[in-house]
T-cell receptor, first 112, second 111 residues
Framework: EAGVTQSPTHLIKTRGQQATLRCSPISGHTSVYWYQQALGLGLQFLLWYDEGEERNRGNFPPRFSGRQFPNYSSELNVHALELEDSALYLC???????????FGSGTRLTVV | AQSVSQHNHHVILSEAASLELGCNYSYGGTVNLFWYVQYPGQHLQLLLKYFSGDPLVKGIKGFEAEFIKSKFSFNLRKPSVQWSDTAEYFCAVRGNNRLAFGKGNQVVVIP
């Protein structure tokens, strides 16, 4: 069984640009979660999508947005990038929200 | 919203020593509890989880955790660590449809 896959592995952007990160969940998993792992801050919850709808959102500004497609894959968009957005962005999936999550390897976003 | 506290962010110990990592959470409702591990250069992996039943949970690689509801704690233990247990360990609490993580414990096991 393929795990959660994320692309790209690394992404370098300049301040003010937009970044698009992608996630494919495990087959059969309908929920996708996005987390930001910044140095020294642990994992911060960003967004939760289930059945194509945004279900919950963490304490991040509106320039962090995303969507979930009919095949349950998901996209995270970060607009107007700032230097402090540099972090590892992790995607996780689960069959339903009550179960534990399976994480992908992440996208390392660097804003210069 | 729930919050998770992990103490002693950096832990250094020798092989065969016992390990205990503390995790305390704040949330008034029903919770599901998890410990995840992130080995160097690898992605987060689930060590163990607690949903209900026996509060002493056994996970992979000899780890166990005990849920003490009155103390809002879910401490992770391993009686005898190995060099390969060098990793970062995260406690997580799911409540209100959100999985919140602690800031992690960086554990280094010296051979």
């Amino acid at each position: 069984e393929a795990g959660v896959t994320q692309s790209p592995t690394h992404l370098i952007k300049t301040r003010g640009q937009q970044a698009t990160l992608r996630c494919s969940p495990i087959s059969g998993h309908t929920s996708v979660y996005w987390y930001q792992q910044a140095l020294g801050l642990g994992l911060q919850f960003l967004l939760w999508y289930d059945e194509g709808e945004e279900r919950n959102r963490g304490n991040f500004p509106p320039r962090f947005s995303g969507r979930q497609f009919p095949n349950y894959s998901s996209e995270l968009n970060v607009h107007a990038l700032e230097l402090e957005d540099s972090a590892l962005y992790l995607c996780a999936s689960s069959p339903e929200s009550v179960y534990g999550y399976t994480f992908g390897s992440g996208t390392r976003l660097t804003v210069v | 919203a729930q919050s998770v506290s992990q103490h002693n962010h950096h832990v250094i110990l020798s092989e065969a020593a016992s390990l205990e990592l503390g995790c305390n959470y704040s949330y008034g409702g029903t919770v599901n509890l998890f410990w995840y591990v992130q080995y160097p250069g690898q992605h987060l992996q689930l060590l163990l989880k607690y949903f209900s039943g026996d509060p002493l949970v056994k996970g992979i690689k000899g780890f166990e955790a005990e849920f003490i509801k009155s103390k809002f704690s879910f401490n992770l233990r391993k009686p005898s660590v190995q060099w390969s247990d060098t990793a970062e360990y995260f406690c997580a609490v799911r409540g209100n449809n959100r999985l919140a993580f602690g800031k992690g414990n960086q554990v280094v096991v010296i051979p």
